[in-house]
């Protein structure tokens, strides 16, 4: 595999077909975001129940979501479209979150998000061409996150291990993540080498989290039986009577599953658009995948999107069935689906359907979930670990571009942006902050060369 990109395979010339299924897509997603029936930020989500029962404002939920999301949109979603030429959620969707609370009227939220979605396919394109013509090409330079990224991604589920179940169990998991890396390097040089690590890592950490489940639940009998045994049958009536009492969170949970499902054709239709986009493979669901699907390894990058998703299932189920809003991605299982499909008629068939059954079946995934508590911890744990590694990443590869960009002078622009952003309290939040400084350092260095106090770095 190749380590950057061409500088060729960052285009973002999309076909008329594309264009209007992005355009399409970012006016119904702002539709649904302002019908308070999914956004894509998992921190807005909390929000939306206060918002959906009248207890706060739409401009207050505006502020929330804009002040949660913009760090995302312009210091990871915009370098990272710019760099690989594949459009990413925090791009395309977070924007319609924004724009389609906003919107005082059902009728023009379609009408912001479609605007949105026709900068995103005519403006990038434009901004590309220009930042690649300048004397320091920052874009090109960020391709040099690719590597660091693709591999240190990687290690989360090693990570999100250790987290949990100690680090024994951690060591023992990355020895063999590093062997089947070297492995796969070695026999299968043509896919990517952290594919079947992954595969095993999440697979073992699921594993260790339903076996600590059914060890635990085994031992619940036991101590049931014991207590029935030993004549506590009073105790056990007072249980069952506070069993029956009603329970105001599995109220709110079935009163949020049934609002979703009765707008059960709007989701089917969003389904559909979300996995036409995705094979249209011009979309990435996430910074490796993106990197994946911008070298064509679009079954990696189905891997890679499915592994992921294990660490958002529990999250959003629960976080929809509290609120009454569900994710404008679902369970994000459609992200991987659509890079397979053969066609976009059958990617819209099969995303509606794969949209159908997630929001007819949260409730008993709520229920599941409820039942398997270390389960819930390993998604904890698998975003967390995803985090870390994302970060560490990111950070090095964003130095790395800067490297490339200015040499010493780079990596201090860059370097010195990123501290001073966590010295004054992450104005822009982590994940973003080194993408962020990488354009900022660029654009500077591109001054220092016009005023002819700077050289750029040829090759």
């Not at 210091?75 to 005082?104: C, E, K, Q, R, Y």
Request: charged fraction near 10%; charge should be neutral; aromatic fraction near 10%.
């Amino acid at each position: 595999m190749n380590s950057v990109l061409a500088a060729s395979s960052t285009d973002l010339d999309l076909s008329l077909a594309q264009q209007l299924t992005v355009i399409a897509l970012c006016a119904l997603t702002a539709f649904i975001s302002h019908m308070a029936l999914a956004v894509f930020n998992d921190g807005v989500r909390p929000f939306m129940l206060d918002f959906i029962q009248g207890r706060t404002t739409r401009n207050a939920t505006t502020a929330v979501a804009f002040g949660l999301s913009a760090g995302f949109i312009f210091g990871l979603g915009a370098p990272m479209a710019l760099s690989t030429g594949v459009l990413n959620p925090w791009l395309v969707f977070l924007p319609t979150d924004i724009l389609g609370i906003l919107s005082p009227k059902k009728w023009i939220a379609p009408l912001l998000g479609g605007a949105w979605g026709a900068v995103v396919v005519f403006g990038l394109n434009g901004a590309n061409s220009l930042a690649h013509d300048l004397p320091v090409d920052f874009l090109t330079a960020l391709q040099q996150m690719s590597t660091p990224i693709l591999f240190l991604f990687t290690l989360f589920p090693v990570l999100a291990i250790t987290k949990q179940f100690g680090r024994l169990r951690g060591a023992i998991a990355a020895v063999v993540e590093l062997a089947l890396v070297v492995m796969t390097m070695k026999v299968w040089p043509d896919i990517f080498p952290g594919s079947i690590a992954m595969a095993v890592g999440v697979l073992t950490l699921i594993g260790f989290a339903v076996n600590k489940d059914m060890t635990q639940r085994k031992l619940d009998r036991a101590e049931a039986a014991k207590a029935a045994a030993a004549g506590d049958f009073a105790q056990e009536g007072k249980d069952g009577a506070a069993d029956t009492a009603e329970d105001p969170m599995a109220s709110l949970f079935s009163a949020s599953a049934l609002r979703l499902r009765r707008h059960l054709p709007l989701f089917m239709l969003l389904g559909a658009g979300v996995c036409v986009l995705a094979q249209s493979h011009v979309f990435g669901g996430g910074e490796a995948t993106s990197f994946l699907i911008a070298k064509g390894d679009y079954a990696e990058a189905a891997q890679v999107d499915f592994y992921r998703a294990f660490g958002f299932v529990p999250l959003i189920a629960t976080t929809a069935l509290a609120s009454g809003a569900y994710g404008i991605a679902g369970f994000t299982f459609v992200y991987p689906i659509g890079y397979l499909m053969p066609n976009p008629f059958v990617a819209a068939i099969v995303g509606a359907a794969v949209f159908a059954i997630e929001v007819l079946a949260l409730s008993a995934i709520g229920k599941v979930l409820g039942k398997l508590p270390s389960v819930r911890d390993s998604s904890e744990h698998l975003r967390s670990a995803i985090g870390d590694a994302l970060g560490l990443a990111i950070l090095f590869g964003s130095l790395m571009a800067a490297n490339v960009m200015g040499g010493g002078l780079g990596i201090l622009i860059v370097g010195g942006l990123y501290l001073l952003n966590e010295s004054m309290g992450r104005p822009v939040v982590r994940m973003a902050a080194a993408p962020a400084a990488v354009i900022v350092g660029g654009v500077l260095l591109n001054v220092l060369y016009w005023l002819d106090l700077f050289t750029p770095i040829k090759g």
